[in-house]
């Protein structure tokens, strides 16, 4: 059973990577820069200082990792897939950031010594793990004693867009060929309490949880479909049999556009945002 579990888990890391390659050249690019503008405010919440030195877990185009790297010392980046580490890289380059670069890691394997970062930072990306409680010791192995794990996460909002859009997919679910299913693997972060609980298993102390808003609009249905493939629910897409994407479409812009004349509605996201410590031992106290 050991055996099937870790061949299954490495084809959902398999999976992951694929979408995300493949939708790395519009990620963020296409449509309102949400990642964009979380990032900015996961990086402004971590409150770093010049001198410390950053990890950015799922750095995707590096919408953690660009504003980090302006307000922090040296800032390194981690994704499982190589086309967003391929974009990011290159971005990097064009910007001419010389405190900051990109590599290809699993975040349930960092490659890092023990207590090696002031800070550990991910953006909306931590419920993708298959096994969250190992992603979250791997973090706080690396992060200095005293260190901050700052993360943020949906917030599950009922009747909210996330609840709805999850709702069309189920409903178009025995529509999708085979293959590895990532909803399926979404780990349970989607309120302050289930947040808490995962930070306290995993050894974290002084929790602190904020909900951040976002609105956004769309300028066209093309723009707006253009952008749905260029996010997670890409993988969805990709294995939706191709006679139900007219339907799926036609059901999914309803969540984004007025029904009466067409036109892009303004969207609003919550996304919650939090932190905890690495405890610091002193003798035989936690501080």
């Known amino acids: 059973m050991g055996e099937e579990k870790n061949n299954e888990t490495a084809e959902f890391k398999a999976y992951v990577a694929g979408v995300f390659s493949r939708a790395a050249a519009d990620y963020d690019h296409v449509g309102p820069e949400f990642f964009t503008y979380f990032g900015r405010e996961l990086v402004d919440f971590a409150q770093l200082s010049t001198g410390d030195s950053v990890l950015d877990v799922a750095s995707g185009r590096g919408a953690v990792l660009f504003p980090a790297s302006a307000v922090s010392g040296q800032v390194t980046g981690i994704d499982i897939a190589s086309g967003m580490v391929e974009e990011t890289a290159r971005e990097i380059k064009r910007r001419g950031v010389t405190n900051a670069w990109v590599q290809v890691m699993d975040a349930e394997d960092l490659k890092f010594d023990d207590n090696t970062f002031d800070a550990v930072l991910c953006g909306v990306a931590l419920f993708f793990m298959p096994d969250l409680d190992l992603a979250l010791a791997e973090i706080r192995r690396v992060l200095k004693p005293g260190g901050q794990l700052v993360a943020s996460t949906f917030l599950e909002v009922q009747g909210g867009l996330e609840e709805r859009w999850g709702e069309v997919n189920v409903a178009f679910k025995e529509h999708l060929r085979s293959g590895p299913d990532g909803g399926d693997n979404a780990q ?3 309120s302050e309490e289930e947040i808490k609980a995962a930070l306290s298993s995993a050894g974290f102390e002084r929790e602190e949880i904020i ?5 956004f609009e769309f300028a ?9 493939w260029s996010v997670g629910n890409r993988g969805f897409l ?6 139900y994407e007219t339907a799926y479409r036609q059901q999914m812009k309803a969540l984004f556009f ?4 067409g036109r892009p509605l303004p969207v609003t996201w919550d996304v919650l945002m939090f932190r905890g410590h690495k405890p610091i031992v002193v003798g035989q106290s936690l501080l």
């Open 188 to 190: 349970p972060l989607g």
């Open 211 to 215: 909900d951040v808003q976002g609105t």
């Open 220 to 228: 066209d249905e093309d723009t707006w479909w253009r952008w749905l």
């Open 238 to 243: 990709e294995r939706l049999d191709p006679a």
């Open 258 to 261: 007025s029904t009466e004349d």
